[in-house]
């Protein structure tokens, strides 16, 4: 079956620091990567959409400069908040879709603190 | 402006009865639909979907009902359980790229 695993599930980082989180994808191709941050008490943000061979499209409020992205092949996709501060904490969730098919496959997630 | 909206934001039913979850949208280029559920502490998890071809979809006690004229869009749970107590998320995207996820509807169903 499709899995997606992300890591690190939890990680704190000093506020200014940088971490970086990963995504594999499992048992399908990741043609295109979804980066959503869920802040608490809030639903779903769209960050950026990776397609492989295609540029990185960021949503408004998003940069490639806070969150660079990279999506080397068809079954990782690795993101990092650089100089993560209070409002960067929440839960980031990778989704990962095979081309030409619906279903959008989510990772469990990485869980960032900033302190 | 919110592009995705879902009501009740919290819902109690008891064991055995019909929660009805309730979402709409904005934008008419949306062409797919898809119902994630999240546990606490979880990743969402897809739960059923639907695209405007159909205005019903059924699997299991879950039925989506679809009105493709008035954007609207509900989700049935039928003979509810206490297990089925969780966030539930109305999503929509154009070609299935990228996700735009309403509020949640937070379910819980007392024994």
């Known amino acids: 079956g499709a899995l997606v695993y992300q890591y690190p599930r939890r990680t704190i980082c000093k506020s200014g620091t940088s971490m970086r989180m990963e995504c594999q994808a499992v048992g399908f191709q990741a043609t295109s990567v979804a980066w959503y941050r869920q802040s608490p008490q809030k639903t779903f943000e769209l960050i950026a959409l990776?397609?492989?061979?295609?540029?990185?499209?960021?949503e408004q409020n998003f940069t490639q400069e806070k969150f660079p992205i990279s999506h080397p092949n068809l079954s990782f996709s690795s993101m990092t908040v650089l100089n993560a501060y209070l409002e960067d904490r929440g839960l980031y969730l990778c989704?990962?879709?095979?081309?030409?098919?619906?279903?959008?496959?989510f990772g469990p997630g990485t869980r960032l603190l900033v302190l | 402006q919110q592009q995705v909206r879902q009501s009740p934001q919290s819902l109690t039913v008891w064991e055995g009865e019909t929660a009805i979850l309730n979402c709409s949208y904005e934008d008419s280029t949306f062409d797919y639909f898809p119902w994630y559920w999240q546990f606490p502490r979880e990743s969402p998890a897809l739960l059923i979907a639907i695209r405007p071809v159909s205005n019903k979809k059924e699997d299991g006690r879950f039925t989506i009902f679809f009105n493709k004229r008035e954007k609207k869009l509900s989700l049935h749970i039928t003979d509810s359980q206490p297990g089925d107590s969780a966030t539930y998320f109305c999503a929509a995207s154009e070609g299935g790229y990228k996700l735009t996820f309403g509020t949640g509807t937070s379910l819980l169903v007392d024994p």
């Open positions: 990776s397609t492989v061979n295609s540029a990185i499209k960021y």
């Open positions: 989704g990962a879709r095979e081309g030409g098919k619906d279903t959008q496959y």
